[in-house]
């Protein structure tokens, strides 16, 4: 079966109209207008003529649908660039190993500076040598107590970066474009719906009864 596209139904959009259409003919029971659908003509029937009159149908709400067009193209492109390119990280590695690795050598070495000038300070204690080892390894200490403090601020501010208020801060635009998108669908379905729809049914039930009422009594002949 082929089904005719109106030139601005986009391929995405098809299953949403099928949709569309289904609900109408599953609820045309609550329609008085309606009330043929399965009597004088199968929902099959009126189906598969709604599929054949896509390109009508969908005009009578071709503003809505331009419309929803637009906000969904909107909220992509507002997607696309709040979404960061990928960057080469070779950079925040080499930053964060060095601020790892700082305190830890230098921890390292003031302790084997420490412990080396103390027990040559202890044995000799005139030896300028091991004053000198306790000199660095208080300096190397120094440099560690350093290290621990970058690394506790970068933790902090990474922590404060991720906070839950930032999160829904960043968060706020792309729920009021979703609602929009919302909105804007549902107004192109419900104009689809009345506009569209439910009037090319009621038109296809309409044409039968005429032909019925056309067609001779059974056994009459027409001169």
């Given amino acids: ?18 949709r569309v259409l289904d609900d109408a003919l599953s609820t045309a029971h609550a ?15 009126l189906r598969s003529m709604a599929l054949n009159a896509t390109a009508l149908i969908t005009t009578a709400a071709s503003s809505e649908y331009d419309h929803f067009v637009k906000v969904r193209e909107q909220g992509r492109v507002e997607v696309a660039t709040r979404v960061p390119a990928p960057q080469d990280g070779s950079g925040a590695g080499i930053i964060a190993i060095f601020t790892v690795m700082v305190p830890v050598l230098a921890g390292s070495a003031a302790f084997i500076f420490l412990l080396v000038g103390a027990l040559l300070h202890a044995i000799a204690p005139t030896v300028v040598f091991g004053s000198t080892l306790l000199t660095a390894g208080l300096v190397f200490g120094a440099v560690a107590a350093a290290g621990l403090l970058c690394a506790a601020a970068g933790l902090l501010r990474t922590a404060l970066r991720n906070s839950p208020t930032a999160t829904v801060t960043a968060g706020t635009p792309a729920t009021s474009a979703d609602d929009e998108l919302s909105r804007a669908r549902e107004a192109w379905r419900l104009a689809l719906l009345e506009r569209g729809v439910v009037p ?22 027409c001169v």
Wanted: hydrophobic share 35%; no cysteine.
């Fill in 31 to 45: 329609r008085p207008d309606l009330a043929g659908v399965g009597t004088r003509l199968t929902v099959g029937q």
């Fill in 200 to 221: 090319f049914l009621r038109a296809a039930l309409s044409a039968t009864d005429q032909d019925d009422s056309a067609a001779p009594p059974d056994g009459s002949t």
């Fill in 1 to 18: 079966m082929h089904m005719n596209v109106a030139p601005y139904l986009l391929t995405e959009d098809r299953a949403e109209y099928e």
